[in-house]
């Protein structure tokens, strides 16, 4: 089992930056280690979009189109926490961003912090 604490939501105007954190903590025997950690949003109205993942098997991030180079996903593997760098911000980054974290094919959830981008 898998949990995850996000933090670092908040409002910002056009061209803003802002720092996601999520902290993955896991209870699996063994202390098996979370294989990737990564970020969905959900804008109001719209479906929920991939935003972006960090694989630990590759040691690299992917990212959604729509984010790229403009976002950086890093991992602090000492910590277990995942950060999402937002810069250039504009206000179809608007949503509610949640960290997820995949162990064991299973994928688990963050509750969710609001991104609220004002033009």
């Known amino acids: 089992q898998v949990q995850l604490v996000e933090s670092g939501g908040g409002s910002v105007p056009t061209g803003g930056s802002l720092r996601l954190s999520c902290v993955g903590s896991?209870?699996?025997?063994?202390?098996?280690?979370?294989?990737?950690l990564g970020w969905f949003r959900q804008a109001p109205g719209k479906e929920q979009e991939f935003v972006g993942i960090?694989?630990?098997?590759?040691?690299?991030?992917h990212y959604a189109d729509s984010v790229l180079g403009r976002f950086t996903v890093t991992l602090d593997n000492a910590k277990n926490t995942v950060y999402l760098q937002m810069d250039n911000l504009v206000p179809e980054d608007t949503a509610v961003y949640r960290c997820?974290?995949?162990?064991?094919?299973?994928?688990?959830w963050g509750q969710g912090t609001q991104v609220t981008v004002s033009s």
């Open positions: 896991t209870r699996t025997p063994g202390n098996k280690g979370i294989d990737s």
């Open positions: 997820f974290g995949d162990q064991n094919a299973m994928r688990y």
């Open positions: 960090f694989k630990r098997a590759e040691n690299a991030a």
